[in-house]
């Protein structure tokens, strides 16, 4: 605590966000004075918050007690020294923390997103291998809705006019959102996040920010605080802003792209080069991997029924609906981008904006891991545009990918069915609660024809 305690004092913060993320990605945990946070050294939470849906639900009692302790126990919040952030939209001088979840011998709870991509890190670390990543981060703004049965508009900008048609890569379109823009830009500094390159995306005011490469969990980390600084960006200036997989019709759906690669921790040398600068066996190994694995891992890039609304066969043409791979080719799910041999690294391009961080890494750097480990060996290439012919190679849609991640012994094997049974359960809860709800599109087509 001295390391945090210091930073506290130095920055004049009077109150701290204790927080921590669900499987969901909501950050959850508890608020207090800082003098409290410092004299108590962390916080206590019921173990079963890591098993809460986005709409407050739970799994079943059979399958909730079959993970927790009965008598629904506490667990033990410690702060993470190297996740500590101010709160630059806070009225007061505040701070948030992020918290890892352990029990009472001290063991990092593994329903907790965070520890499951700390599980997989060390994972690389015992084998020498250190991931880098940068992911790319896509959201859109929106008009203040309350009305959850009416279609979502593009906001007014600075014109005083809402964007009409696609506006890929126009700046003008981005900075009809200037004062938005700085506010994430001037937080996110404040923070420390290092966020880089702003594109306008092809949606109605759809923007995307890209990550400096780094540390995986610290980019895990900065992604979730992220999120926060969008949203709370946008309410400022009186709009909203989302991370749904597919929040508007006939727009294209937000992704959050994945770059990485992998060095070896005693030279600093990327894996994926050979020496003479031609790619080695384990990229194409972590190739295999991706492949292999993302049709069993898909709810962790994929997690809620919105999300497969983005795979649509032909609705989408930014969004893959296959595993292929291929050099700079943006129709295939895995891209391997143009780089000098140093920075050879591949993209995946299928999970979704709407997922959680943490068990977006784990999920590409276990399934990358495998391949390396297993030396599984990809398919050939793609030249040109992808197919997208062998549609059944990838669940698209949310029962059968819990099914296939549920049946995944390599899967079970790596992250622990733990892990594994909580987060599926946490999804089939959330699905559940969908079903019982009739749409408008039931009441429009159904209602007085069938």
């Known amino acids: 605590?001295?390391?945090?305690?210091?930073?506290?004092?130095?920055?004049?913060?009077?109150?701290?966000?204790?927080?921590?993320?669900?499987?969901?990605?909501?950050?959850?945990?508890?608020?207090?004075?800082?003098?409290?946070?410092i004299a108590e050294k962390g916080i206590r939470l019921p173990e079963s918050v890591l098993l809460q849906t986005a709409t407050g639900d739970y799994p079943d009692d059979d399958v909730y007690y079959s993970l927790?302790?009965?008598?629904?126990?506490?667990?033990?919040?410690?702060?993470?020294?190297?996740?500590?952030?101010?709160?630059?939209?806070?009225?007061?001088?505040?701070?948030?923390i992020i918290?890892?979840?352990?029990?009472?011998?001290?063991?990092?709870?593994?329903?907790a997103p965070r520890a499951i991509l700390k599980r997989v890190l060390k994972l690389y670390a015992d084998k020498g291998w250190k991931p880098i990543v940068a992911p790319e981060v896509e959201f859109y703004l929106t008009k203040r809705c309350t009305d959850p049965d009416l279609p979502l508009e593009p906001p007014v900008g600075?014109?005083?006019?809402?964007?009409?048609?696609?506006?890929?890569?126009?700046?003008?379109?981005?900075?009809?959102?200037?004062?938005?823009?700085?506010?994430?830009?001037?937080?996110?500094?404040?923070?420390?996040?290092?966020?880089?390159?702003?594109?306008?995306?092809?949606?109605?005011?759809?923007?995307?920010?890209?990550?400096?490469?780094?540390?995986?969990?610290?980019?895990?980390?900065?992604?979730?605080?992220?999120?926060?600084?969008?949203?709370?960006?946008?309410?400022?200036?009186?709009?909203?802003?989302?991370?749904?997989?597919?929040?508007?019709?006939?727009?294209?759906?937000?992704?959050?792209?994945?770059?990485?690669?992998?060095?070896?921790?005693?030279?600093?040398?990327?894996?994926?080069?050979?020496?003479?600068?031609?790619?080695?066996?384990?990229?194409?190994n972590y190739i295999g991997g991706l492949q292999k694995y993302i049709p069993e891992i898909m709810p962790m890039f994929a997690p809620n029924v919105n999300s497969y609304r983005r795979y649509l066969p032909g609705a989408d043409g930014n969004t893959p609906v296959n595993i292929d791979w291929g050099v700079e080719n943006r129709t295939v799910g895995l891209r391997v981008p143009h780089s000098s041999p140093v920075a050879r690294r591949?993209?995946?391009?299928?999970?979704?904006?709407?997922?959680?961080p943490y068990l977006a890494l784990a999920g590409n750097l276990i399934a990358g891991y495998l391949g390396m480990t297993k030396d599984i060996k990809p398919r050939k290439p793609v030249q040109g545009r992808s197919p997208d012919e062998a549609e059944d190679e990838l669940p698209f849609n949310l029962e059968a990918a819990l099914e296939?991640?549920?049946?995944?012994?390599?899967?079970?094997?790596?992250?622990?069915?733990?892990?594994?049974?909580?987060?599926?359960?946490?999804?089939?809860?959330?699905?559940?609660?969908f079903k019982r709800v009739i749409s408008s599109w039931e009441r429009k087509f159904l209602l007085s024809t069938v």
Request: hydrophobic share 40%.
């Open 158 to 284: 600075r014109s005083g006019r809402q964007e009409s048609g696609r506006q890929s890569f126009s700046i003008d379109a981005a900075n009809e959102f200037d004062p938005i823009i700085e506010d994430i830009y001037d937080w996110c500094e404040d923070m420390g996040l290092d966020i880089d390159t702003l594109i306008h995306e092809e949606g109605s005011a759809q923007l995307e920010f890209n990550f400096r490469h780094g540390d995986a969990l610290k980019l895990a980390d900065q992604v979730f605080i992220f999120k926060r600084t969008v949203r709370e960006a946008a309410l400022k200036h009186k709009i909203n802003a989302t991370f749904m997989a597919k929040p508007i019709s006939g727009e294209p759906g937000s992704a959050m792209h994945v770059h990485q690669s992998i060095v070896d921790m005693k030279t600093g040398e990327n894996i994926f080069s050979n020496k003479d600068g031609s790619a080695s066996a384990l990229f194409h």
């Open 404 to 433: 296939a991640m549920s049946e995944s012994t390599d899967i079970r094997e790596a992250l622990g069915d733990q892990f594994v049974d909580g987060f599926i359960a946490t999804r089939w809860a959330e699905y559940e609660g």
């Open 1 to 37: 605590m001295k390391e945090i305690t210091n930073w506290l004092n130095e920055n004049k913060l009077t109150e701290v966000e204790c927080i921590m993320s669900d499987q969901t990605g909501i950050a959850r945990g508890k608020i207090m004075p800082t003098a409290k946070f």
């Open 68 to 96: 927790l302790d009965p008598a629904d126990i506490d667990m033990v919040l410690k702060p993470d020294e190297s996740a500590m952030y101010t709160v630059p939209w806070a009225h007061e001088p505040s701070a948030q």
């Open 346 to 356: 591949v993209e995946n391009r299928l999970p979704g904006s709407d997922t959680n």
């Open 99 to 111: 918290h890892d979840c352990y029990d009472a011998m001290g063991n990092l709870i593994e329903l």
